[in-house]
T-cell receptor
């Protein structure tokens, strides 16, 4: 079945460092791809999305490109801030019923 | 989490007791979902609803039941709670079926359940 694999955490970076969180997927058809972020004690919030191959999603300095040839959707940010500390989830659309299939999440900690 | 609320936000209960979690939305969205979040597993789908009285099982439905008698409310029931059901439960909504750029999933703030 469809699945998402993302890099294991935790990831610890210093402020202003470059961030990459790897995400690869297995899916039949052409899913939409998403990154969600979960701040401590809160629910998940959509960070960015891409609906077809070669689309680039971007938001708040984060970006990810839908790569069909490598089945990847890696999350990047050029300069992280302490406020980016959170858990990041990669997800794909799971079918006509609209559910999402999630990766296990990657915890990011950014130190001042 | 505008338009979607979960209750209770925290609950501690004992093994064997029934528990009901409530998800309430004011967005008039057709689709509602219950996920559970556990370390090392990410989020896993328990049950979902695609309309009033229309529900279906997800990946980890054993030990759970759901009901949706009104568009705005989706209830998750643990008939006899077990320690393995200690988790954080998230409700989510979306207006349409096929997820695309328009039909994004919106999540509630979560309900933390501890079964002793």
């Amino acid at each position: 079945g469809d699945s998402v694999t993302q890099m294991e955490g935790p990831v610890t970076l210093s402020e202003e460092a470059f961030l990459t969180i790897n995400c690869t997927y297995t899916a039949t058809g052409y899913p939409s791809l998403f990154w969600y972020v979960q701040y401590p004690g809160e629910g998940l919030q959509l960070l960015l999305k891409a609906t077809k191959a070669d689309d680039k999603g971007s938001n708040k300095g984060f970006e990810a490109t839908y790569r069909k040839e490598t089945t990847s959707f890696h999350l990047e940010k050029g300069s992280v801030q302490v406020s980016d500390s959170a858990v990041y989830f990669c997800a794909l659309s799971g079918g006509s019923q609209g559910n999402l299939i999630f990766g296990k999440g990657t915890k990011l900690s950014v130190k001042p | 989490d505008a338009g979607i609320t979960q209750s209770p936000r925290h609950k501690v209960t004992e093994t064997g007791t029934p528990v009901t979690l409530r998800c309430h939305q004011t967005e008039n969205h057709r689709y509602m979902y219950w996920y559970r979040q556990d370390p090392g597993h990410g989020l896993r789908l328990i049950h979902y609803s695609y309309g009033v009285k229309d529900t279906d099982k997800g990946e980890v439905s054993d030990g759970y039941s759901v009901s949706r008698s009104k568009t705005e409310d989706f209830l998750l029931t643990l008939e006899s709670a077990t320690s393995s059901q200690t988790s954080v439960y998230f409700c989510a909504i979306t207006p349409g079926g096929a997820l695309s750029g328009a039909n994004v999933l919106t999540f509630g703030a979560g309900s933390r359940l501890t079964v002793l």
